[in-house]
């Protein structure tokens, strides 16, 4: 099993910033990609950003160079920054990892998610 734990959501003004941290630990043997995810009520949940193991990213159309996602691959950890907020970036954010528990079978996680507000 793996266990995967968000931390750095709350409460934030507009065009402030936030950073979410997600840590996984467990069975794993490696990690293919992560990502983060965000699910507003009545909407679906979207992509916000994810990062291979080679460290290539792709983002949401809606991002538009305001947020950054990295990794710690020694830590198991995806990070994503986030500037520029806006109140329609308030959601649930949750992270995903695509990983390998042994060298042939291949699971997805997600995190608990954490809540990002955005004040007006």
């Known amino acids: 099993q793996v266990q995967l734990v968000e931390s750095g959501g709350g409460l934030v003004q507009t065009g402030g910033s936030l950073r979410l941290s997600c840590a996984a630990s467990g069975s794993i043997f490696s990690i293919n990609a992560m990502g983060w995810y965000r699910q507003a009520p009545g909407n679906q949940r979207e992509l916000v950003a994810s990062?291979?193991?080679?460290?290539?990213?792709n983002y949401g159309d809606f991002v538009k160079g305001r947020f950054t996602i990295s990794s710690d691959n020694a830590k198991n950890t995806v990070y994503l920054q986030m500037n520029s907020l806006k109140p329609e970036d308030t959601a649930v954010y949750y992270c995903?990892?695509?990983?390998?528990?042994?060298?042939?079978?291949?699971?997805?996680?997600w995190g608990q998610g954490t809540q990002v507000t955005v004040s007006s």
């Open positions: 995903n990892y695509h990983l390998q528990s042994t060298w042939y079978r291949a699971e997805d996680y």
């Open positions: 990062i291979t193991s080679g460290g290539t990213t």
